[in-house]
């Protein structure tokens, strides 16, 4: 048990489906992330969330679609994703502004294996 | 952005030492990260480095020198439970979010 939980764990799902992962810290943390971790390449952060505000984007495609109602949770909504999208997304919170705090210690959820058909 | 190099994969005897390096190149350092993740789950954090020198944790060390852009993960009395993934991550420029390599995998033999 990490305090960071993802659900679903396992997703497949076709190219013309709309699905979305849930994610849930429970650590009383202020900031957020997705990250992707493909076979063969490095972790790769996709967003940020700092106090509900979206603060990074990496050049992620509007096929992912970010959402964070509060501190607490945050979603990745998916539509129309290609196969080469499958992969392990990991969901990560951290305590501090992470723009502001050295040592900004952030925790991994166990991720969500997408597979897109 | 950062150039973060590790080897991809080592291999270490039950109740050894293990080195595992890291390199990196990058402006504005804010720090290096180590994590460890077993195959099918969280990585796990394990340490935070931003001053040159060694830090122990138990059985894990991690060493820094920034002018060389260099780290390593010192792991002692190896166990079993020790086969993993070793990430090293890098934080840098305006903010402290780690960026972070391929992993080394480690794998652990009787």
């Known amino acids: 048990e990490t305090g960071v939980t993802q659900t679903p764990r396992h997703l497949v799902m076709g190219m013309t489906n709309k699905k979305s992962l849930k994610c849930e810290q ?8 997705w990250y992707k971790q493909s076979a063969k ?27 964070c109602p509060n501190s607490s949770h945050l979603f990745l909504h998916l539509h129309t994703l ?36 | 952005g950062q150039n973060i190099d590790q080897p991809t994969e080592m291999t270490a005897t039950e109740g050894a030492i293990v080195q595992i ?59 079993m439970k020790d086969s993993a993934s070793y990430l090293c991550a890098v934080a840098s420029g305006g903010s402290y979010i780690p960026t972070f390599g391929r992993g080394t995998s480690l794998i652990v033999h009787p």
Not at chain 1, 49 to 61: A, C, D, G, I, L
Not at chain 1, 88 to 97: K, R, T, V, W
């Open chain 1, 26 to 33: 429970h650590l009383g943390h202020n900031a957020m992330y």
């Open chain 1, 41 to 67: 390449k490095p972790l790769e952060l996709m967003f940020v969330y700092n106090f509900k505000e979206q603060t990074e984007n990496n050049s992620v495609p509007s096929r992912f679609s970010p959402e």
């Open chain 1, 82 to 117: 290609q196969p080469e999208d499958s992969a392990l997304y990991l969901c990560a919170s951290s305590q501090d502004d992470p723009y502001s705090f050295r040592g900004n210690t952030i925790y991994f959820g166990e991720g969500s294996w997408l597979t897109v058909v």
């Open chain 2, 21 to 79: 390096n890291c390199t990196y190149q990058t402006s504005g350092f804010n720090g290096l990260f180590w994590y460890q993740q077993h195959a099918g789950e969280a990585p796990t954090f394990l340490s935070y480095n931003v001053l040159d020198g060694l830090e122990e944790k138990g059985r894990f060390s991690s060493f820094l020198s920034r002018s060389k852009g260099y780290s390593y993960l010192l792991l002692k009395e190896l166990q």
